[in-house]
């Protein structure tokens, strides 16, 4: 044993030892030869180590050219187990064993969970108009346009020409205890289960308590009293009550009706943008615009789903309790950004006419009216953009007015009679179909701060993700654009004017500021 380890090491010094005397030889050789002899040493020596590197190569890959036995039969793929089969036509046995054992440890299923999964992007974007409807049956109804006074009135005086239906109702003999119940028969006529979906445990975090409630009042409530509304734009609305015990009644020292239960106003089908405009403004943070679903009434807009908005009593116009009440101009908004009211707790001087409204809530209006290119506050007369003829800006000669911008009267700029510092977003008519070169960058005009909890969101790169899941939420809202695909439409538009204003940002120094 002693003897094979002596033998071993003088092998090994021999080694050496003849290692660095051919090291010695080789040199003092290299010195004796001229340049050119050296050269083609080198070149031998390379030629020989490329084809050794040949020679190793051709066996890795004869290595690797081999069907995969039957453990590896399985792999994984976008998150479930595929199995890896070289003839098409024949099908797979499902794993069995030791493999059916090893893949219920590795892919868990749990089947009472509901996932929406996020696509690629498409390469062409998608051109559409406001909204995405799927075909519908015909009614016998007459369709309702623009509310009408009388449209109600014809639609249900129809019915007498049709069999099952007597006699028609007077539209504007509302208030009648015996005609009003006749119409909210036919509006409670539709037999349907809430609309309002939640698989999981608990509603998406940016959707409070309050906001499930009001979500599910609006969708499911049985309507026990109806009225009828005057809106700014001149267009009746129907305010209804869900609540027996309470009554709508009119009142001499404000607007329109007060609602002593819990009522909710219903609003053309052209606005159900108000619907994707309040989980818009969910998913922002922002929390100032107010809960709105989509609802379907069997003799209203022809069976198309309505927009229903939780109605608010304690709505005041800004300025208008004012003594003189304020005219709240374009001019005067543009003085009230620089003022910068009420940001830094102390009261504003008199000669700066501010409003009770503090500054940054004029940075998040302008930011929610950008993404949804929301006119009908900021730039009534559209004088930030190109308009179509068909435009209500056009059709009631406001654009006329862009020329003296600065007396342009703002509207729609509303709070709440016990919260005077704060807006809140009414009429959400927002506009899906504008191109990126034609928006309006009026709404943008004299901000120089927006709030950091939105502009998080839209470049965290979850705007998609977020808005999918509060959207899946509202199923009327979600089949009338078509389902995914449409939903898919809409929020590509939102993306890509979320991309302009963070250019726009950037190229602008505007501030990022925490605004709670």
């Excluded at 309470?246 to 009706?257: A, D, E, F, W």
């Excluded at 007396?407 to 809140?424: G, K, N, P, T, Y």
């Excluded at 120094?509 to 709670?516: F, H, L, R």
Aim: charged share 25%; aromatic share 8%.
């Amino acid at each position: 044993m002693e003897t094979s380890f002596i033998q071993a090491v003088d092998i090994k010094n021999a080694l050496i030892h003849r290692m660095c005397y051919s090291f010695l030889r080789l040199s003092n050789c290299c010195r004796r030869h001229p340049t050119a002899k050296l050269n083609f040493i080198v070149v031998i020596a390379c030629f020989v180590y490329f084809v050794f590197a040949l020679h190793q190569v051709g066996q890795y890959v004869n290595s690797q050219d081999h069907r995969p036995d039957q453990s590896q039969r399985y792999r994984t793929g976008r998150g479930v187990y595929s199995v890896l089969n070289d003839d098409p036509l024949t099908v797979p046995e499902p794993p069995t064993g030791q493999n059916a054992t090893l893949l219920s440890e590795l892919h868990p299923t749990r089947s009472n969970i509901v996932y929406i999964t996020l696509r690629t992007k498409r390469l062409k974007p998608a051109i559409i108009r406001g909204t995405v409807r799927p075909k519908v049956r015909r009614k016998y109804g007459k369709k309702v346009k623009y509310w009408d006074s009388n449209a109600l009135e014809s639609t249900l005086g129809d019915k007498r020409e049709k069999p099952g239906h007597r006699g028609g109702m007077d539209w504007s003999q509302i208030g009648d205890g015996d005609l009003e119940s006749k119409i909210i028969k036919q509006l409670n006529a539709v037999d349907f289960v809430s609309s309002i979906r939640i698989y999981s445990e608990r509603a998406p975090p940016w959707l409070t308590k309050h906001d499930i409630d009001a979500m599910r009042f609006l969708a499911g409530s049985t309507i026990a009293r109806i009225a009828k509304l005057h809106s700014l734009e001149s267009h009746n609305l129907l305010l209804f009550e869900s609540t027996v015990e309470g009554s709508l009644i009119r009142n001499s020292s404000h607007h329109g009706l007060e609602c002593r239960g819990r009522c909710g106003v219903i609003k053309r089908t052209v606005d159900m943008c108000e619907v994707f405009a309040f989980h818009l403004d969910r998913v922002l943070n922002l929390n100032m615009s107010l809960p709105a679903v989509g609802r379907r009434f069997q003799y209203l807009e022809d069976g198309q789903p309505c927009p229903v908005v939780l109605w608010d009593p304690s709505l005041r116009g800004v300025g208008g309790s004012t003594t003189p009440p304020l005219r709240l101009t374009w001019g005067s908004y543009q003085r009230l950004l620089k003022h910068r009211c009420w940001s830094k707790g102390a009261p504003p001087k008199p000669e700066w006419g501010c409003t009770d409204i503090h500054h940054y809530e004029w940075s998040k209006l302008a930011l929610f009216d950008f993404l949804l290119q929301v006119y009908g506050r900021l730039d009534r007369g559209c004088c930030g953009f190109r308009p179509r003829p068909e435009d209500s800006c056009v059709q009631l000669g406001h654009h006329q007015s862009c020329g003296n911008a600065d007396d342009a009267e703002l509207a729609h700029i509303v709070h709440r009679q016990h919260d005077r510092r704060h807006l809140v977003f009414v009429n959400n008519k927002g506009f899906f179909d504008r191109d990126v070169d034609n928006l309006d960058f009026k709404l943008l005009t004299g901000i120089r701060e927006l709030p950091e909890q939105a502009v998080s969101v839209l470049r965290g790169q979850r705007l998609r993700e977020r808005l999918l899941q509060s959207l899946f939420l509202d199923q009327v809202y979600w089949d009338s654009q078509g389902g995914r695909q449409g939903i898919d439409k809409l929020i590509d538009v939102i993306e890509r004017r979320a991309k302009v204003l963070l250019t726009y940002i950037n190229a602008h120094g505007i501030k990022v500021i925490p605004m709670k």
